[in-house]
């Protein structure tokens, strides 16, 4: 029995990067070797163990024949004649496909090491066609590392878009893909791949729809509504946006993909619709609640925040009151920060100011600091108290100075 460190693990040594978790594959063991040895089997539908120290996985060498449709419908065989080549053969990308012995040498029989060099995305086998999240995993990886796919490989990615096996992929496991992709340095690399494989158009059809979309003219007409939502991704990930933040962004222009062609190139009212999407997509995907509720906020209210150096004392109480600032401030904050992705995310102005922030956290500095015990008091409850409360912070932000 002989036991190497594969996958990812072996891929980030090579690259200099942190290693953060091991997987070990087994060679020429068998289950009952491993539980005897005090590992313990997890799941039914593979042979994966966990150490009795380390928790890391070690899985039984195994190679996998396509039975069904969908990324489960596989059969597995771990017997202990599978060879390490032939489990590094059935892995999605030659830079995945690596092992690594006890000495440390590297075992490497599909090329990864040079493809990790050319800084390209390679499947290792035309079995990757036999697996639809293998889409989702390699546009993850251009979102992680910014390496562009091998063509060959694209053209693979192109059949399975156009095998409709992508729609047999769970929501979790898009929702998954899409969330760590988030975390990443180059996350529009995800939309973009998905794009260019026809991917985007199966999974997440409200975003494929703003490509071709022109922008108004005041905003960076030459670029359309999808090419903006690229650049904003790029801004998002340069101010290092957290992942709710980036999803916020991700969706908040979904209206303006059904913007009636007579109201173009301006998109009047898109906010709303933006919202309706971002709602839709949002349970579709079984996004967390408050990636959810960040998005939908973001969606209908970014046009406004927007304009917050021309709005009146009234508007920017109701404002502050629709964004929930005065009992979500941590929140308020990341819509803000979305707004000023949105509006900088726009060829040549990362690096404008945004004032309108700056104003909105005025007004909700000074109307936080008010004491409103005497209104409250002076109202005599029910529905006065909310009337009376807003009339006084109307009242202080009219003694603000205009910005």
Request: aromatic content about 6%; some cysteine; hydrophobic content about 45%.
């Amino acid at each position: 029995m002989n036991i190497y460190k594969v996958g990812g693990a072996v891929r980030d040594r090579l690259l200099g990067r942190a290693v953060k978790d091991c997987d070990w594959v087994v060679v020429g063991g068998s289950a009952e070797a491993l539980l005897a040895a005090g590992y313990r089997q997890v799941g039914q539908d593979f042979p994966v163990f966990l150490h009795p120290q380390t928790q890391e996985e070690y899985a039984l060498a195994r190679t996998e024949r396509k039975r069904g449709t969908g990324y489960r419908g596989f059969d597995v065989d771990a017997s202990a004649a599978i060879t390490l080549e032939e489990d590094l053969a059935r892995r999605d990308l030659t830079i995945n496909a690596m092992a690594e012995d006890a000495s440390g040498a590297i075992i490497d029989p599909y090329g990864g090491q040079a493809d990790l060099a050319a800084g390209i995305l390679r499947h290792v086998t035309a079995a990757f066609v036999e697996d639809p999240l293998r889409v989702l995993r390699v546009a993850r990886f251009a979102a992680r590392f910014g390496f562009p796919v091998a063509p060959d490989t694209m053209t693979l990615m192109r059949t399975l878009s156009a095998s409709g096996e992508l729609a047999t992929l769970p929501p979790e496991r898009l929702w998954r893909e899409l969330e760590r992709a988030l975390t990443e340095p180059f996350p529009w690399r995800f939309v973009e791949v998905l794009r260019e494989c026809g991917a985007l158009a199966a999974l997440l059809p409200e975003i494929d729809a703003l490509f071709g979309v022109p922008q108004p003219p005041q905003h960076h007409p030459e670029i359309d509504c999808g090419e903006h939502l690229l650049l904003t991704l790029r801004q998002a990930a340069r101010l290092g946006a957290s992942p709710a933040v980036c999803y916020a962004v991700l969706l908040h222009d979904l209206g303006k993909a059904e913007t009636p062609a007579e109201y173009l190139p301006g998109h009047r009212g898109h906010h709303e619709a933006s919202a309706r999407l971002a709602e839709a997509v949002s349970r579709r995907l079984r996004a967390p609640q408050a990636f959810r509720e960040l998005a939908v906020l973001v969606a209908r209210h970014h046009v406004t925040v927007h304009q917050a150096l021309a709005l009146r004392p009234g508007t920017l109480v109701d404002l502050l009151e629709k964004l929930d600032a005065f009992r979500r401030p941590e929140r308020f904050e990341e819509v803000l920060l979305a707004c000023l992705i949105d509006a900088t995310g726009r060829g040549g102005k990362a690096d404008s100011p945004y004032p309108q922030a700056e104003r909105l956290r005025q007004a909700f500095a000074v109307l936080r600091a008010q004491d409103l015990q005497a209104v409250i008091a002076a109202a005599g409850g029910g529905a006065a108290v909310k009337e009376a409360i807003r009339a006084a912070r109307i009242t202080r932000l009219q003694e603000l100075p205009s910005p």
